[in-house]
């Protein structure tokens, strides 16, 4: 374990963070698995954000063994839980490395000793260059390489190398829809620009994003995503024919769409027989209650999860949304204590899964959330239903990315429902 690490598992925790009960003398974070909360009993302050910590282990063992199937190696998406205790777990486990979006992520995972990232971006201009340099620095031991789309961006990281003191490996990014070059001249030209630093720069591979290239028909997405592993591959060939004998990386793969870019991409490192399939995704391992709960049942619709029996529909949901009805104003109203502070709403609304009371779980069958205020949920209840103030309903969320980033603190819970242990997020 880091330094970093080990001091974080000593940091204070008090009833400034959400979930932690009013009044607790401040604790260490490596003891909060002994105090034997349960949320579904009221013994945390609500509402709280938890990780089902089976769920987890039991998601990353599931893609872990899809990733050595298919000969793919893994770099989980940092931003997702932004919790450098994660990260690092994930790389125990035998995680190639892991993947940042932005200098202050890098940062914060190098603190942590994960050292072999994927900055999986562009970064800006020179002084962004020369801040990416500064701290590769402070970090003589960290092998990060960084996206590239064009001769500007090229630029910036001659800029970081130069600040560094050292070559800096670039991933040519290829792409549509958002970032990434978006032709043969493009690529060409960032081939060009790097290859005007021999000092600084050091060609490393190819990236591309499939997600950016989705729609909502399902034929159209698959289309797109082929065309673009297409233009990876050519992009690929280029960097090869410059760099005949390094070791190089193709990385691309969110959540969603991972299998079409092992078919895509796969056979290309396979043929080449000196380069690594990078897959980044990261929601995967938090699975959800909406987006990727569509996403994986949409994966197993076209049978694009080839792992020996398992199938996508194994994922389970980690996350859970936990808080208590506040008021029943009206027969088929109830207002519930979280809003938009606390949960994801961007790909749809929480899901009232179950309503606790007293030691038992109740059906929450037919409450619907309708809408959210900062910090009040508007819960849709059937004229009979017996939901009553003072229940703690259990809600599945949508979208992992953007819910953990509202928390500063993640409860994972074992089996029983108790907490076991604390994950400190950074988000900045």
Known sequence: MSPFLDALLDSPLDDGIRGVPPGVPPLRLRDVGAQGWRPAAGDMALPVLTLDEDAFAANRDLIFAYARRHGVALAPHAKTPMAPQIASALVEAGAWGATVA?????AVLLRAGVTRLILANEIGGRASGERLGALLAAHPDADLRAFADSPAAVETLAAAARAAGRRLPVLVEVGAGRAGARDRAAVDAILAAVVR??????LDGVATYEGAVATADPAETAANIAALMDRTAEAFALVRALAPERPLLLTAGGSAFFDMVVTGLAPVAEADGNAT?????????????????????????????????ATA?????ALRLWAEVLTRPEPELAICGFGMRDASFDQGLPRPLRVHRDGAALSAEGLRVTRLNDQHAFVAVPARHELAVGDIIEFGISHPCTCIDRWRVLFGLGADGRVRSAYRTFFG
């Open 197 to 202: 630093h021999p000092g600084l720069l050091v």
């Open 102 to 106: 932005n200098l202050q992520q890098a």
């Open 313 to 317: 529909a194994d994922f389970r949901p």
């Open 277 to 309: 399939l990078v897959l980044r995704s990261g929601a995967i391992f938090f699975h959800d209650h909406g987006v990727y709960e569509r996403a994986l049942g949409a994966l197993d619709a076209r049978q694009g999860f080839a792992c020996g029996g």
